[in-house]
């Protein structure tokens, strides 16, 4: 029943940026975060950003940190990485995340997952 969708993907060059949007509908629990990863073919899914819905916390890994920002409209229950500077490394599917407990960087520890959506960064 939750469902967690994100959008806004897509293929673009080195140096340019893009918007990642997520929309979570179905929650029945109170929610303490939220969070991007991401999955390259042939690697783990990697930690990227987490955010603590009700404060605004903010989270990032070193690779991205800078870089990127993990924002959230908390009228419209959408969930946002703006991602600048955009690099050929993180060419990745990138997917959203939710969970109960903010602080947490492994995948395993998240319960709730979007579907991903591509993105490629041509060099």
């Known amino acids: 029943q939750v469902q967690l969708v994100e959008s806004g993907g897509g293929l673009v060059q080195a140096g340019d940026s893009l918007r990642l949007s997520c929309a979570a509908s179905g929650l029945t629990f109170r929610w303490l975060a939220m969070g991007w990863f991401r999955q390259a073919p042939g690697k783990e899914r990697e930690f990227v950003a987490a955010i603590s819905w009700s404060a605004g916390d903010t989270d990032y890994a070193d690779s991205v940190k800078g870089r990127f920002t993990i924002y959230r409209d908390n009228a419209k229950n959408r969930m946002y990485l703006q991602m600048n500077s955009l690099k050929p490394e993180d060419t990745a599917v990138y997917y959203c995340?939710?969970?109960?407990?903010?602080?947490?960087?492994?995948?395993?520890?998240?319960?709730?997952w979007g579907q991903g959506t591509q993105v490629t960064v041509a060099s």
């Open positions: 995340t939710a969970d109960t407990v903010y602080g947490r960087r492994r995948a395993n520890d998240y319960s709730y």
